[in-house]
Nanobody, 120 residues
Framework: QVQLVESGGGLVQPGGTLTLACAAS????????MGWYRQAPGKQRELVAF???????TYVDSVKGRFSISRDTAKNTVTLQMNSLKPEDTAVYYC??????????????WGRGTQVTVSS
């Protein structure tokens, strides 16, 4: 059974930086994509970014130029570097792994989430 464990969330001031990490315990298919979703209070879960097995990255428009996603396939880890954080980035961030992470219905594994709060 694969489990995803996120780390790195917390409280940061606007303009600050956080790095989220997700480690998958157990084996996942090397062709699986890895990514991050987030859900703010009262809003639907939305895709933030994902990275394919080949290293192609995709970002939601609101984070382009500020967030950077990377993965270590050998270690089954994915990292989200978040710069220039804004209050509207406040949400619970979820790690997602599956054949097509860009489609939430095709996410095979979900993490439990880590809280990110951007506030002064």
């Amino acid at each position: 059974q694969v489990q995803l464990v996120e780390s790195g969330g917390g409280l940061v001031q606007p303009g600050g930086t956080l790095t989220l990490a997700c480690a998958a315990s157990g084996s996942i298919f090397s062709f699986y994509a890895m990514g991050w979703y987030r859900q703010a209070p009262g809003k639907q879960r939305e895709l933030v970014a994902f990275i394919s097995s080949g290293g192609t990255t995709t970002y939601v428009d609101s984070v382009k130029g500020r967030f950077s996603i990377s993965r270590d396939t050998a270690k089954n880890t994915v990292t989200l570097q978040m710069n220039s954080l804004k209050p509207e980035d406040t949400a619970v961030y979820y790690c997602a792994v599956g054949p097509r992470v860009g489609d939430p219905t095709l996410v095979r594994y979900w993490g439990r989430g880590t809280q990110v709060t951007v506030s002064s």
